[in-house]
């Protein structure tokens, strides 16, 4: 177990360096045009790929990081870049999580790959979970999938929405309900291979930030995908239904602990934005002059700043905690890693709304990039668990009762 230290390793600087130079080079210089085009920045992948930034062996090595702390910090600087480039890069990310953390060997050899594709032509995956009546409530899911032993396929139906790379990805992982009696433990994923006949994203969502990252709803009419693409395999799962059946809770637990995980990394991203929008308005408000001299000689502004800066800090020691904590197998007995989220969101809508007033008129403009970040940090109170959710699980930790 690797002892928690804030003294970050000559590794974790270089990574930190590194990333930002990509960031501030090659993304933040594109921000502006792939927000207003709301479209995949292809280039800007393939230039990630080029240099290892984009692929399995970047996410293997950050999570080979015993203190855990490597993939907060490659999504913090990446996303100080831009957000909307940074989900194109680290997006395929969530498909790839879901087949490492309930695939078998055999699958993540065979589907991680095609995730990726490679530098010459780098590929996106989508991992689809949300549906149209079944966001927050995860046990609403209505996408069904039946199995077909004279075939050995499974058949899927069903509709996701808010699929990030939905449609466009090479390799699709899709939740589905085998048992819709068991609610969210009846529930298995699926990998659906590139090409499938039945699964269409006819409608890409326009959406108020995070332009530059694909989103669409997924319709899945009758799709077919071979017995080796149910993650983990049927045996597990049957297993895992019978426990179900019998009235144990450990699936529902590890699933819960799978989200808990994963929320520092997002915590991370919301965090980049708004050091961004931070740095931003702390250089404007030392440049511009009101009444004689520089604003950020009143207290006012300088104090907002003040704020903004100690709320970020606070943010990142919430997400480094949790993401230690996760990678070394400690329980989040206070929830610890909804925690970190939920921190990091809510800071990062306050910063960045405090950057657009303190640039004034100026920041509600595009000559600016605050009001970009203001528009993207608010997906942060809302995907991968809102804001709500987040406190459900911590209050429900802190007091150990089913709070409703």
């Not at 090659?26 to 995949?40: N, S």
């Not at 499974?154 to 068991?182: C, E, M, R, Y």
Request: aromatic share 8%; net charge negative; charged share 25%.
């Amino acid at each position: 177990m690797a002892e928690f230290s804030l003294d970050l390793s000559e590794e974790q600087r270089d990574l930190r360096d590194w990333v930002h130079g990509f960031a501030a080079e090659v993304v933040r210089p594109a921000a502006a045009e792939w927000d207003e085009r709301e479209e995949t920045p292809w280039p800007i992948i393939q230039e990630a790929a080029k240099i290892g930034l984009y692929g399995f062996e970047f996410l293997a090595n950050c999570w080979a990081d015993p203190t855990g702390l490597s993939l907060p910090i490659a999504n913090e600087e990446l996303f100080w870049g831009d957000a909307g480039i940074g989900l194109s890069i680290f997006g395929t990310s969530l498909a790839v999580a879901a087949i490492y953390g309930s695939g078998e060997p055999d699958q993540l050899v065979e589907w991680v790959p095609q995730c990726f594709g490679d530098a010459a032509n780098p590929a996106v995956a989508a991992f689809c979970t949300t549906e149209p009546e079944a966001g927050s409530d995860v046990g609403a899911m209505r996408t069904r999938a039946v199995y077909d032993e004279a075939r050995d396929e499974w058949v899927l139906n069903g509709q996701k929405a808010f699929a990030t790379n939905g449609g466009i990805a090479n390799v699709h992982v899709v939740t589905a309900s085998v048992d819709p009696a068991l609610g969210a433990r009846g529930q298995a994923a699926f990998v659906v291979p590139p090409g499938t006949p039945g699964l269409t994203a006819t409608r890409k969502l326009h959406k108020l930030g995070l332009r530059a990252s694909h989103t669409a709803d997924v319709f899945l009419d009758d799709v077919r995908v071979p017995g080796r693409c149910l993650l983990g395999g049927r045996e597990a799962l049957l297993e895992r239904l019978d426990r179900a059946r019998s009235g144990q809770r450990a699936a529902s637990q590890a699933a819960m602990r799978t989200f808990e995980l994963s929320r520092p990394t997002v915590g991370a991203q919301a965090i980049g934005i708004a050091r961004a929008a931070y740095e931003y308005a702390l250089e404007y408000a030392k440049g511009r002059v009101q009444f004689g001299r520089p604003i950020i000689e009143n207290q006012a502004v300088a104090f907002a700043l003040a704020d903004m800066r100690t709320e970020i800090d606070a943010a990142r020691l919430l997400v480094w905690r949790a993401a230690w904590m996760g990678r070394n197998n400690r329980t989040f007995e206070a929830g610890e890693g909804s925690m970190s989220k939920l921190k990091a969101g809510e800071v990062a809508v306050a910063v960045t709304e405090k950057a657009v007033q303190i640039l004034g008129g100026a920041g509600y403009v595009r000559d600016h990039p605050v009001e970009r970040w203001y528009r993207d940090a608010k997906i942060y109170t809302i995907f991968e668990g809102t804001s709500e959710i987040q406190r459900l699980v911590v209050s429900r930790a802190i007091s150990g009762m089913q709070i409703r």
